[in-house]
């Protein structure tokens, strides 16, 4: 009778907890997987420098079509009502020499409508040097834009490959600690047996302690580096994302086969380049002020008493008029002379920033590509380092456990293999960076 009284209390109990999870609403966040040229698309998409330098883009456009529009007449429509209001109180007789008081009042209204157009004949060139200057400094936007672009790509794949890393780091924290976990039962097995010491038991657990907070240290950068990859992408910070490994390589190539494809690709360069054209086609704009300019305007115009007469009268109450002008800029207090001064030394400076930019992108290709080299050689080296780090571990475990080694050499084993597996995982990523960051100053995006 309890038994059935108990078993029917546990159904009861049981059917009140499904009822319950049943009424309790359950949320179920999927994490976000991205590629790297996923996060790199969507980066493209949202970053703020890039944003930016899409919106100077537009403005150089918008300069280009308004220098072109330079060489187009200028037409517009004109319409004008005028209002008189007249009254005289007084009137002098030039006669009698006297005022004679008055009471009269006029009121009186035109109306007049006007097409205008007017066009520069010739300029001293200075249009022409705008037109081209402007071309130029859009094409300099361009490449502001490509390299800002190329700039947050490689952004997020220092991100990216940091994530990568923080969450390799984090998987053989976890081994270690499994390990710690492992050489703790060991110790106390022996310590029970009595072939090892309290102390060996109070240093596995220390050890194990240790590997514990190294695991929770490591998740927190892998959540760490999942919130900055996730802004650099555009995503909300505080929802999990989740990357794809990769294999990065690059190909081989001597130095001077590097330096000279940044010459011809690395948009910081080109956009120097173009700098410089714009300064030059700017000087020569300035010079322009210098020679004299022909205009020609034309207009046509219609009078009128009254606002209805404009249609009435429209075919035989107008005015022509054509005027061509030459206009010489004899002195104007020296403001030629100042402008083509600036302009001269924007053009100065201009070819300045190529020189040094061209240096400046050798230097930084030198320094990517010793900087690789040295890299890959860390990461083969990384790789013999672990190999030996594993094998020096396996056989110390197996003579704590035979009794012919005590529990310091294992525990310096450890120390030695966890070393070696992050130097491993650093080396490999390091690598990925030194890639990443030669394509950078190659000019390269992906």
């Keep these: 009778m309890k038994n059935d009284r108990k078993g029917a209390y546990c159904i009861g109990s049981a059917v009140i907890l499904l009822a319950l999870l049943l009424a309790t609403p359950i949320s179920v966040t999927f994490a976000k997987t991205y590629t790297l040229n996923e996060c790199i698309d969507r980066a493209l998409g ?28 200028s037409i517009g429509w004109q319409m004008r009502g005028t209002y008189n209001h007249l009254r005289l109180s007084r009137v002098y007789d030039e006669d009698t020499r006297q005022f004679f008081e008055v009471d009269y009042t006029r009121d009186s209204h035109s109306y007049r409508a006007l097409l205008w157009g007017r066009l520069t004949l010739f300029d001293g060139l200075t249009r022409y040097h705008d037109y081209a200057s402007s071309k130029a400094y859009r ?10 672009q190329i700039q947050a790509a490689f952004g997020v794949k220092t991100d990216y490959f940091n994530l990568l890393k923080a969450q390799s780091i984090f998987d053989i924290r ?28 109070l240093k596995a657990k220390v050890s194990l302690s240790q590997a514990q907070l190294d695991s929770l240290t490591a998740e927190n950068a892998v959540a760490t580096g999942q919130a900055k990859l996730a802004y650099a992408v555009g995503e909300n910070v505080n929802e999990a994302i989740v990357v794809t490994e990769v294999d990065l390589s690059v190909a081989i190539y001597s130095i001077e086969q590097v330096n000279d494809m940044a010459i011809r690709q690395n948009p910081d360069y080109l956009a120097s380049q173009e700098s410089l054209r714009a300064a030059s086609h700017g000087l020569s704009s300035a010079r322009g002020a210098y020679y004299p300019s022909v205009s020609l305007d034309a207009g046509k115009s219609w009078d009128g008493l009254e606002l209805g007469q404009l249609d009435e009268r429209w075919a035989d109450n107008y005015l022509i008029y054509a005027n061509a002008t030459l206009d ?34 050798e230097l930084e290709v030198r320094e990517a590509y010793l900087n690789l080299q040295e890299k890959a050689k860390a990461r083969e080296l990384a790789n013999e380092r672990l190999a030996s780090a594993a094998e020096d571990y396996k056989l110390a475990q197996e003579k704590y456990t035979l009794g012919a080694a005590t529990i310091l050499d294992i525990l310096d084993a450890e120390v030695s293999l966890k070393t070696a597996e992050s130097d491993k995982i650093d080396s490999k990523y390091n690598y990925y960076l030194a890639v990443a960051r030669l394509q950078q100053v190659m000019g390269i995006i992906e």
């Design 174 to 201: 976890r081994k270690a600690t499994e390990r710690s976990h492992q050489l703790m039962k060991i110790a106390q097995t022996k310590y029970e047996l009595g072939s090892a010491s309290l102390s060996d038991v």
């Design 328 to 361: 010489f800029n004899i002195f104007n207090r020296f403001g030629t002379k100042r402008q083509t001064e600036y302009a001269k030394a924007n053009l100065h400076t201009a070819e300045y920033t190529l020189s040094d930019t061209k240096r400046a992108v």
């Design 46 to 73: 949202t970053n703020l420098s890039v944003v930016q330098a899409q919106g100077s883009l537009r403005q150089a456009k918008s300069d280009v079509l308004y220098s072109w529009g330079q060489y187009l007449p």
């Design 139 to 148: 094409s300099e936007r361009e490449h502001r834009l490509t390299q800002t």
